[in-house]
């Protein structure tokens, strides 16, 4: 069965740092595509970055970027210079070819000014 | 304005009695989904549809129904409510299955 983990329920970071979120998954398949999608308190899921599992450079978004491995499993999301506007639940997803979207549990991540 | 529309924005009913989510959207997507979002489980897929007359189950399809009779619309129903069906509802809808989704506002749903 296809599984995603997000071990961080709860982060906080100051304004201006960098926080890393963690992402696990779980598959048999080889050809997926891994998302982050971002929800403010507004409830709106926004997509902040996806990736494709059959490129290896890792996708990039202004100041956001992922550390996407492969072998491990694993998708990291990086924001770089935290801003309050950041503030939101985190939420890591994936699909498989045959359209089945799993996300996980997701992470709130704080940004403290 | 591209958009994904849901009505309605909030519900309050009891259980047993027949609901329909509507859900629009306006960017001409082939594929459409459903799914449920709930404290400590994220979001989970309860259907979703690649195209008209195309749909399938996700990971959690117990107790709904779905129908894709024009491309632009992808219905919600719950025949036969129950309180475990009490949750936050986010139609979803994008131009392929793997290509990023657009969501909906969420409809929260109560059911006494």
């Known amino acids: 069965a296809q599984t995603v983990t997000q071990s961080q329920p709860e982060m906080s970071v100051q304004e201006a740092e960098t926080v890393t979120l963690s992402c696990t998954y779980d598959?048999?398949?080889?050809?997926?595509?891994l998302f982050w999608y971002k929800q403010p308190p507004s409830r709106q899921m926004i997509l902040v970055i996806r990736?494709?599992?059959?490129?290896?450079q890792n996708a990039t978004e202004n100041r956001f970027s992922v550390n996407f491995q492969k072998a491990a499993k694993s998708f990291s999301l990086k924001i770089s210079d935290s801003q309050l506007g950041d503030t939101a639940m985190y939420f890591c997803?994936?699909?498989?070819?045959?359209?089945?979207?799993?996300f996980g549990a997701g992470t709130r991540l704080t940004v403290k000014p | 304005e591209a958009q994904v529309t849901q009505n309605p924005r909030y519900l309050i009913t009891v259980t047993g009695k027949k609901l329909t989510v509507t859900c629009s959207q306006n960017m001409n997507h082939e594929y459409m989904s459903w799914y449920r979002q709930d404290p400590g489980l994220g979001l989970r897929q309860i259907y979703y549809?690649?195209?008209?007359?195309?749909?399938d189950k996700g990971d959690v399809p117990e107790g709904y129904k779905v129908s894709r009779k024009e491309k632009r619309n992808f219905p919600l129903i719950l025949e036969s409510p129950s309180p475990n069906q009490t949750s936050l509802y986010f139609c979803?809808?994008?131009?392929?299955?793997?290509?990023?989704?657009?969501f909906g506002d969420g409809t929260r749903l109560s059911i006494l």
């Open positions: 997803a994936f699909m498989i070819d045959n359209n089945d979207m799993r």
């Open positions: 990736q494709e599992a059959y490129k290896q």
């Open positions: 979803a809808s994008s131009l392929a299955g793997n290509q990023p989704q657009h």
């Open positions: 549809s690649m195209n008209v007359e195309v749909t």
């Open positions: 598959t048999s398949e080889n050809n997926y595509y």
